[in-house]
């Protein structure tokens, strides 16, 4: 019989945000989030200035926890959930640890998207659901030996998930996404009528 392995896996972790750490206030989240983007001239400067749609605080702030309490309870649930996955992953971390350098919010309209890319400088990278309205963007991966396939044919339909070129997942509100920070992803175009919010973040070893 053949004896075929599955080499070099990439992982992607899915679990809800209250399943550890201290429960977040999903409605208080939403409103911080709302209030502090309404408040950062700088971000919203910094958007206008490179055609961002949307807001996002990712260049002009770097202090949430410390602005808003329910922040902080936040990246406490995010160093639980990092923590599992560094597990998973097999991590041999030696005297440092994965620590917190970025968190930043994200609201994307009706017809923004967030194109393709990558995490430089980072470990683990991810994002927690704030709100997801009916018809948001799911996040969309993509295998990082697209470039290197060449002549390779296309996947089946039905081809399990492992061996899919591109992969969607769909979170609710109150779900947590991790990945590897080398792992090329986007959200494409929002066609919800509401804004979709979320909370993004990179940890480093340090």
């Not at 408040?39 to 961002?52: L, M, P, R, S």
């Not at 002009?60 to 990246?75: E, G, K, N, Q, Y």
């Not at 400088?121 to 994002?127: E, F, K, N, Y």
């Amino acid at each position: 019989m053949s004896n075929i392995k599955s080499l070099f896996a990439t992982r992607l972790y899915h679990a809800k945000l209250s399943a550890l750490g201290k429960p977040i206030d999903g409605a208080e989240l939403l409103t911080s989030c709302l209030v502090i983007a309404d408040d950062d001239e700088a971000g919203q400067d910094w958007c206008e200035a490179n055609d961002f749609a949307g807001y996002t605080s990712y260049a002009s702030l770097t202090d949430l926890p410390w602005r808003f309490p329910i922040f902080a309870d936040l990246v406490t649930a995010l160093d639980a959930h990092v923590a599992e996955f560094a597990q998973d992953l097999q991590f041999d971390l030696g005297d440092k640890k994965l620590v917190l350098d970025s968190l930043w919010i994200n609201i994307l309209p009706e017809g923004g998207i967030h194109t393709g890319h990558i995490h430089p400088h980072s470990v683990i990278s991810g994002t927690t659901y704030v709100a997801m309205p009916e018809g948001a963007s799911a996040i969309k991966f993509e295998d990082p030996r697209s470039a290197m396939m060449m002549a390779a044919p296309t996947r089946i339909k039905d081809a399990r998930d492992e061996m899919k070129s591109f992969f969607y997942a769909a979170p609710a509100v109150g779900d947590v996404l991790l990945w590897e920070s080398w792992l090329r992803h986007e959200v494409p175009m929002n066609m919800a009528e509401d804004e979709r919010v979320s909370v993004s973040f990179n940890y480093g070893w340090e």
